[in-house]
């Protein structure tokens, strides 16, 4: 079965940077598109980035773009999102999630999630 | 950006209740919307996704409609699992979500 496990999350001072990792098991990690997606405690979903399933396209929220990196290694299976110059309304749980559809395409919805690492963004 | 607007915010109802969220998005979105169900400190679940595709094991009491900027979501027969948050997102251009409609036991 599909599982997504995100870590790294952790309490990090504003300005500093922190890297996320999600680990893929039970699917074809190099076919799909692979998305980050936050929640703001006690507030809705936002989506952050995606990544194709070769690396060579990646796309970003405008509350992200330039500070936030969203990478792969399909050797490991693994993805990766490097946030730099973090804000305190940075602070949310961060999900990994796997795009929906058919292999090769970059789609923008999500069928499979992680469970969340929680970033907390604080002096 | 397209901004997507789901109502209610909030909506009580009983065990067996025929229900109805709509989202409306800001502007058209073709059938590009997919709908998610999430319970406190879980991750979202998908449950229909380009507008009225049902997601594979979601049982059949959930279902979608709408095309362009109205869409909605319907549980035919509300069942005590069904309490939850139900986001709608846009696919069309990237995803937004709406802002979530809780489902409130009556």
């Known amino acids: 079965q599909v599982q997504l496990v995100e870590s790294g999350g952790g309490v990090v001072q504003p300005g500093r940077s922190l890297r996320l990792s999600c680990a893929a098991s039970?699917?074809?990690?190099?076919?799909?598109?692979m998305h980050w997606v936050r929640q703001a405690p006690g507030k809705g979903l936002e989506w952050v980035a995606v990544?194709?399933?070769?690396?060579?396209?990646?796309y970003y929220a405008e509350s992200v773009k330039g500070r936030f990196t969203i990478s792969r290694d399909n050797s490991k299976n693994t993805l990766y999102l490097q946030m730099n110059s973090l804000r305190v309304e940075d602070t949310a749980v961060y999900y990994c999630?796997?795009?929906?559809?058919?292999?090769?395409?970059?789609?923008?919805?999500?069928?499979?999630w992680g469970q969340g690492t929680l970033v907390t963004v604080s002096s | 950006d397209i901004q997507m607007t789901q109502s209610p915010s909030t909506l009580s109802a009983s065990v067996g209740d025929r229900v109805t969220i709509t989202c409306r998005a800001s502007?058209?979105?073709?059938?590009?919307l997919a709908w998610y169900q999430q319970k406190p400190g879980k991750a979202p679940k998908v449950l229909i996704y380009?507008?009225?595709s049902l997601e594979s094991g979601v049982p059949s009491r959930f279902s979608g409609s709408g095309s362009g900027t109205e869409f909605t979501l319907t549980i035919s027969s509300l069942q005590p699992d069904d309490f939850a948050t139900y986001y709608c997102?846009?696919?069309?251009?990237?995803?937004?979500f709406g802002q979530g409609t809780k489902v409130e036991i009556k």
């Open positions: 990544i194709s399933y070769d690396g060579s396209q990646k």
């Open positions: 039970g699917f074809s990690f190099s076919s799909y598109g």
């Open positions: 380009q507008a009225s």
């Open positions: 999630a796997k795009g929906g559809g058919i292999k090769w395409l970059v789609t923008y919805y999500f069928d499979y």
């Open positions: 997102q846009q696919y069309n251009t990237y995803g937004t």
């Open positions: 502007q058209s979105i073709s059938r590009w």
